[in-house]
């Protein structure tokens, strides 16, 4: 029977998985089994069960399966042979979304414990084991797997079907070690999304023997953990304008906001009000109003990348905060377009502020019905029609990508690249920006055609690039 340890107020469960030795290595003045529970002990976690080595391999995985048919709320699994910073993992067992994910690192050493997986567009699309290997692996899977409440049914049945092909020998010499590995690729091939929770700097490492314990554990203390939860915070795949003009600076104002218990929320809400006044002094239509206006508008897009950077350092964020933030940047970028053509003044500059507002509007439907049909395709497991892929299938088979997508991941591995692409499509760092400058410095008509032309381009672009991936 497994032990169990009870929290209340917690909305996650978690398993772990004390089926190797290794879990009763020393760890201070008790074991890793015991430094990981007391780990999770200072995450929401509303229930801690300890799962002993029953059965060999296929009891393990039974016995996730009858956990997870039983369990409210998400569940984690992880092996109690883990050496890990409590950060790491917080950043996917705090999540508040619950979702489905694994704890992965980029760095592509690979091992018996560190198996291969790659990761696109932030999710886990295959995943390794002994048995199943994974061409073109971009990054390791490090032990911790977080299942959400709508999958634990695929986990439960995931499990039970590992275990059947484990107790026959059909996926080779595995053993008990590889529990969480097997589970993550039977999640992944069975179209489950999988999000890549990355550990960035900080370790999480299994370990076979005391003096590799001893190393991991002595390798934790040379990582500042509340510097990296601050890095962290930033949003490391931003714009060029939000990167280094912005959140090069808003960053130190994260602790302050909070020490003055300050909510994102309320962030938000000043960052609009700041935008209408910008608003109000393009409205102006004098030199002076329009300096006035664009550094209100800076002031007030900082204000909007601060919001997000404190409500992940907070692990506050929703998705109702997120729609909130997200109807907010659309609602402010109007007004400021009404004020800037009503400064300005005539009938053709009215023609082009609803031509800007018509070309954003067209530029976020390619976005969001993408990702929302990407999104109810998960949600139903089509994975876009294709069959689920075979347990039994020792190497991932994935269609090669087309052209321009080859072309979209060479370009992700250079640096310069990499940044013009982001400028290309003109993110909302960008549109700033380029309405504060050209504001400012010559008017509301160049305003407006700029935003015309450069948002031309990066419609034709993000189209190009929806329907390829779409046809992959």
Avoid at 96 to 124: C, F, K, Q, W
Avoid at 139 to 162: C, H, K
Avoid at 215 to 230: I, Y
Avoid at 458 to 463: E, F, N, T, W
Wanted: charged content about 20%; hydrophobic content about 50%.
């Amino acid at each position: 029977m497994p032990d169990s340890l009870t929290r209340e107020n917690a909305t996650l469960s978690a398993v772990l998985l004390a089926t190797t030795p290794a879990c009763r290595l020393h760890s201070g003045d008790g074991t890793l089994l015991d430094r990981l529970g007391d780990q999770l002990a200072r995450l929401p976690v509303r229930e801690v069960q300890v799962v002993g080595s029953a059965g060999g391999l296929g009891g393990d995985l039974r016995g996730v399966a009858k956990i997870a048919r039983t369990a409210a709320g998400a569940l984690a699994v992880l092996p109690a042979d883990l050496v890990t910073h409590t950060e790491a993992l917080a950043v996917l067992l705090e999540h508040p979304a619950r979702s489905t994910g694994a704890l992965i690192s980029h760095d592509v050493t690979g091992g018996p414990l560190r198996p291969p997986v790659r990761v696109e567009g932030g999710r886990v699309v295959a995943a390794g084991s002994s048995f199943h290997l994974v061409p073109e692996s971009n990054a390791t899977f490090r032990g911790v797997l977080q299942v959400g409440e709508a999958d634990l049914t695929a986990l439960a049945d995931v499990a039970e079907e590992l275990a059947e092909l484990a107790d026959t020998g059909k996926l080779g010499p595995v053993t008990p070690v590889e529990t969480v590995d097997l589970l993550l690729v039977g999640l992944v091939r069975s179209g489950v999304r999988v999000r890549a929770a990355g550990i960035g700097p900080l370790h999480a490492d299994r370990v076979i023997g005391q003096d590799a314990a001893d190393a991991a554990l002595a390798r934790l203390s040379e990582v500042d953990e509340a510097k990296v939860r601050l890095d962290t915070s930033v949003k490391e795949d931003d714009g060029f304008f939000a990167t280094f003009f912005v959140s090069s600076w808003t960053r130190h104002l994260i602790k302050p906001a909070v020490r003055l218990k300050i909510e994102p929320n309320t962030v938000t809400g000043v960052s609009a009000g700041l935008a209408l006044l910008a608003a109000v002094w393009f409205a102006a239509g004098t030199p002076g109003g329009r300096l006035a206006g664009a550094a209100l508008l800076y002031l007030s897009f900082a204000l909007d990348c601060l919001d997000g950077q404190l409500a992940r350092y907070t692990r506050t964020f929703s998705p109702l905060g997120a729609w909130a933030d997200g109807m907010s940047d659309r609602l402010k970028e109007y007004a400021v377009y009404v004020g800037l053509a009503f400064g300005f003044g005539g009938t053709e500059i009215w023609y082009l502020a609803v031509a800007a507002m018509i070309a954003q509007v067209v530029r976020h439907a390619i976005d969001y019905s993408y990702a929302g049909a990407v999104a109810d395709a998960a949600r139903v497991g089509a994975m876009w029609g294709r069959p689920a892929r075979s347990l039994l299938e020792s190497r991932d088979v994935r269609r090669a990508p087309g052209g321009v997508l080859r072309f979209a991941q060479r370009l992700e591995r250079d640096t310069i690249a990499r940044w013009l692409k982001k400028i290309i499509v003109l993110p909302i760092g960008e549109r700033m920006a380029l309405i504060a400058v050209t504001a400012a410095v010559w008017g509301a008509r160049v305003t407006f055609l700029s935003l015309l032309c450069w948002g031309g381009v990066a419609a034709l672009y993000q189209l190009a690039g929806r329907i390829a991936r779409s046809s992959r």
